[in-house]
C-alpha cells in the first residue's frame, strides 16, 4: 500500500480516526488520510465501505474525538463552524434538503423559481453567479417543483459553488447530470484547483473522463485506506484500458475475499455442569418445566 508522504501543510488530516453508528460495530479504526492543497482526490470504494461517512466527517456532520482528529484548512472539521459559514468548507450530497422546524429535514421541491433560490443568496460575486448559471444552463426561471431531477441538481450545485471554497466534498453528485453539463463541471472544478489551489474530494461510480482529471485516487475497502496514490504513478493505469477497468479489479478481488471468508458458527451458550448431570432422575428436555 502506498502511503503519501507527511506533509507540514495539508488541506485535509485526518489523524487516527475512530467512528461507529450507535449500536453498528466500529466502522473506521486508527484511520489517516492526508490530502495536500490542490489535489482532485477521487474516493472510491464498494457500496457501504464508508465513503458518505468519510465525507460527512470531513464536513463536520459527525463529532468525532478531539479537535485534532480531524482537521480541514488546519481547523477542527466539526468545532470550528467558520468553515461551513465562510464558503471555505462545502459539501454536496445525495440529498438535498432544508430544516423545517415542524417537519424536520424536507426536500427542496416547492413552488418557487431557481432564480429566487440562486439570487437570494447574499454577499456572492455577480460573475462568478452567471458563470455558474450559464455553466450549468439553467433557466432561472424554472419552477422547482415542475423540474426534473437533473435541472434541480444543477440549481443545487450552483447554490453550493457560489462561495469561493478552498476545500469541496463531492458524494456522487454528478449522477443525474447529462454528460456535457457533467464534463463541462468537471473543467470547472479543475480551473478552481489549477487557479485558485482548491482541493477537492470526489466519490463516484462513474469514472469516464476521470484519468485526466484526477490527481489523487484513495481506496476504501470496508473502512481501511487501503491505497492511497498519485494518479500518475498508479502501475495498474499503465497497464490497462481506462480508470474503470482498475476499480473494477479491486472491486472484484475484494466480492471474491469475502466468498473465502469462513462463516463462524453461532456461539454456544456455555452451561454451567450440574451435580445432577448423572442422576437418572435429572430432567431431559420432555420433563422439563418453568417456573
Not at 482532485?40 to 465501505?49: D, E, P
Not at 416547492?110 to 455558474?132: N, T, Y
Not at 482548491?198 to 484513495?218: K, N, S
Amino acid at each position: 500500500m502506498a502511503i503519501q508522504s507527511s506533509c507540514s501543510s495539508n488541506s485535509i488530516k485526518v489523524n487516527g480516526l475512530q467512528f461507529a453508528y450507535e449500536g453498528q460495530p466500529p466502522l473506521f479504526l486508527d484511520f489517516n488520510l492526508q490530502i495536500s492543497p490542490g489535489s482532485r482526490c477521487l474516493l472510491v470504494g464498494a457500496n457501504g465501505s464508508g465513503k458518505t461517512t468519510l465525507l460527512r466527517i470531513l464536513a463536520g456532520k459527525h463529532m468525532v474525538g478531539g479537535r485534532d482528529v480531524v482537521q480541514v484548512l488546519n481547523c477542527s472539521a466539526f468545532h470550528d463552524t467558520h468553515l461551513v459559514c465562510s464558503g471555505d468548507l462545502s459539501y454536496l450530497g445525495g440529498s438535498w434538503s432544508k430544516n423545517v422546524g415542524s417537519a424536520g429535514e424536507v426536500p427542496l421541491q416547492g413552488d418557487f423559481s431557481a432564480e429566487h433560490m440562486i439570487f437570494g443568496v447574499e454577499g456572492i460575486d455577480p460573475v462568478r453567479r452567471d458563470k455558474l448559471v450559464d455553466l450549468l444552463d439553467i433557466d432561472l426561471q424554472w419552477r422547482m417543483h415542475k423540474v426534473s431531477d437533473g435541472q434541480r441538481r444543477r440549481v443545487q450545485i450552483c447554490m453550493g459553488l457560489l462561495h469561493p471554497f478552498q476545500v469541496l466534498l463531492l458524494d456522487e453528485v454528478t449522477v443525474d447530470l447529462d454528460v456535457v453539463a457533467r464534463m463541462d463541471l468537471l473543467e470547472f472544478f479543475k480551473e478552481e484547483c489549477d487557479q485558485r489551489g482548491a482541493t477537492i474530494v470526489y466519490a463516484t461510480h462513474i469514472f469516464d473522463g476521470l484519468e485526466t482529471w484526477a490527481t489523487d485516487l484513495a481506496y476504501v475497502q470496508e473502512g481501511d485506506l487501503r491505497r492511497i496514490e498519485k494518479l500518475s504513478e498508479l502501475d495498474e493505469l499503465k497497464t490497462s484500458a481506462n480508470l474503470l477497468s482498475v476499480v473494477e479489479s479491486w472491486l472484484r478481488s475484494e466480492t471474491k475475499c469475502e466468498k473465502k471468508k469462513p462463516i463462524n458458527p453461532p456461539a454456544q451458550i456455555q452451561r454451567t455442569p450440574s451435580p445432577f448431570d448423572s442422576s437418572p432422575f435429572r430432567s431431559s428436555r420432555h420433563m422439563a418445566y418453568y417456573r
